[in-house]
Protein backbone atom coordinates (compact mmCIF):
# COMPACT_ATOMS: atom_id res chain seq x y z
CA UNK A 1 0.00 0.00 0.00
CA UNK A 2 1.67 3.57 -1.20
CA UNK A 3 1.26 5.93 1.99
CA UNK A 4 2.52 9.62 0.80
CA UNK A 5 3.09 11.84 4.40
CA UNK A 6 3.38 15.13 3.53
CA UNK A 7 5.12 17.76 6.60
CA UNK A 8 6.61 21.13 6.76
CA UNK A 9 3.32 23.32 6.26
CA UNK A 10 2.10 26.20 9.01
CA UNK A 11 1.41 29.99 8.70
CA UNK A 12 4.24 32.40 7.60
CA UNK A 13 4.53 36.23 6.64
CA UNK A 14 4.75 37.01 2.99
CA UNK A 15 7.94 37.43 1.95
CA UNK A 16 8.87 34.48 4.29
CA UNK A 17 10.36 30.68 3.15
CA UNK A 18 9.08 27.32 3.58
CA UNK A 19 10.30 23.68 3.22
CA UNK A 20 7.48 20.97 2.48
CA UNK A 21 8.62 17.39 2.74
CA UNK A 22 6.93 14.42 1.80
CA UNK A 23 7.67 10.73 2.88
CA UNK A 24 6.78 8.06 0.55
CA UNK A 25 6.48 4.23 1.75
CA UNK A 26 4.71 0.84 -0.56
CA UNK A 27 6.16 1.25 -4.23
CA UNK A 28 10.07 2.13 -5.58
CA UNK A 29 9.97 5.16 -4.79
CA UNK A 30 13.08 5.70 -6.88
CA UNK A 31 10.89 4.44 -9.94
CA UNK A 32 8.27 7.24 -10.63
CA UNK A 33 8.13 10.80 -11.16
CA UNK A 34 6.93 12.95 -8.12
CA UNK A 35 4.61 16.09 -8.06
CA UNK A 36 3.46 18.88 -5.62
CA UNK A 37 -0.33 20.39 -6.15
CA UNK A 38 -2.19 22.99 -4.29
CA UNK A 39 -5.34 24.08 -3.96
CA UNK A 40 -6.73 27.28 -2.16
CA UNK A 41 -10.32 27.69 -0.49
CA UNK A 42 -13.23 28.00 -3.61
CA UNK A 43 -10.38 27.10 -6.12
CA UNK A 44 -9.57 23.54 -8.54
CA UNK A 45 -6.27 22.06 -7.75
CA UNK A 46 -3.05 23.19 -9.69
CA UNK A 47 0.06 21.86 -10.37
CA UNK A 48 2.73 23.19 -8.89
CA UNK A 49 5.81 21.86 -9.76
CA UNK A 50 7.75 17.93 -10.15
CA UNK A 51 10.21 15.76 -10.95
CA UNK A 52 11.44 12.95 -12.56
CA UNK A 53 13.05 9.82 -11.03
CA UNK A 54 16.11 10.81 -11.44
CA UNK A 55 16.00 14.05 -10.40
CA UNK A 56 17.76 15.18 -13.70
CA UNK A 57 14.27 17.26 -15.00
CA UNK A 58 12.08 19.53 -13.21
CA UNK A 59 9.04 21.39 -14.10
CA UNK A 60 6.68 24.52 -12.25
CA UNK A 61 3.93 26.73 -12.57
CA UNK A 62 4.60 29.91 -14.21
CA UNK A 63 3.39 31.38 -10.93
CA UNK A 64 6.09 29.67 -8.34
CA UNK A 65 8.95 29.81 -11.29
CA UNK A 66 12.23 31.46 -9.57
CA UNK A 67 10.53 31.13 -5.97
CA UNK A 68 10.26 27.44 -5.40
CA UNK A 69 12.37 24.75 -5.91
CA UNK A 70 11.75 20.88 -6.43
CA UNK A 71 14.10 18.07 -5.15
CA UNK A 72 14.44 14.45 -4.01
CA UNK A 73 16.45 12.18 -1.90
CA UNK A 74 16.04 8.99 -4.11
CA UNK A 75 17.48 7.24 -0.51
CA UNK A 76 15.39 8.59 1.43
CA UNK A 77 12.35 8.14 -0.15
CA UNK A 78 11.63 12.01 0.08
CA UNK A 79 10.68 14.51 -2.25
CA UNK A 80 10.82 18.46 -0.69
CA UNK A 81 9.52 22.03 -1.98
CA UNK A 82 11.33 24.48 -1.04
CA UNK A 83 9.23 27.85 -1.31
CA UNK A 84 11.04 30.89 -1.28
CA UNK A 85 9.69 34.59 -1.73
CA UNK A 86 6.19 33.43 -0.07
CA UNK A 87 2.79 35.66 -1.50
CA UNK A 88 -0.56 35.75 0.54
CA UNK A 89 -1.50 34.27 -3.22
CA UNK A 90 0.28 30.98 -2.34
CA UNK A 91 -1.68 30.03 0.78
CA UNK A 92 -3.42 26.82 -0.14
CA UNK A 93 -3.51 22.81 0.85
CA UNK A 94 -0.39 21.69 -0.86
CA UNK A 95 -0.27 17.82 -1.69
CA UNK A 96 2.27 16.12 -2.85
CA UNK A 97 1.62 12.70 -5.22
CA UNK A 98 3.34 9.84 -7.16
CA UNK A 99 3.03 9.72 -11.02
CA UNK A 100 2.44 6.77 -13.03
CA UNK A 101 5.22 7.11 -14.94
CA UNK A 102 9.22 7.94 -14.43
CA UNK A 103 9.50 10.93 -16.56
CA UNK A 104 7.13 11.50 -19.23
CA UNK A 105 3.74 14.01 -18.85
CA UNK A 106 4.28 15.09 -14.98
CA UNK A 107 2.34 18.16 -15.28
CA UNK A 108 -0.95 15.79 -15.99
CA UNK A 109 -2.63 15.38 -12.62
CA UNK A 110 -5.12 12.47 -13.99
CA UNK A 111 -1.62 10.31 -14.34
CA UNK A 112 -0.72 10.89 -10.74
CA UNK A 113 -1.75 7.67 -9.12
CA UNK A 114 -1.19 8.22 -5.33
CA UNK A 115 -1.75 11.47 -3.07
CA UNK A 116 -0.82 12.77 0.40
CA UNK A 117 -3.52 13.94 2.76
CA UNK A 118 -2.24 17.51 2.33
CA UNK A 119 -0.50 20.25 4.88
CA UNK A 120 -2.27 23.53 4.78
CA UNK A 121 0.47 26.78 3.68
CA UNK A 122 -1.11 30.35 5.26
CA UNK A 123 1.08 33.25 4.19
CA UNK A 124 -0.25 36.40 5.80
CA UNK A 125 0.22 39.88 4.21
Known amino acids: QVQLVESGGGLVQAGGSLRLSCAASGRTFSSYAMGWFRQAPGKEREFVAAISWSGSSTYYADSVKGRFTISRDNAKSTVYLQMNSLKPEDTAVYYC??????????????????WGQGTQVTVAS
Open 97 to 114: ASHRYGSSRLVEDALYDY
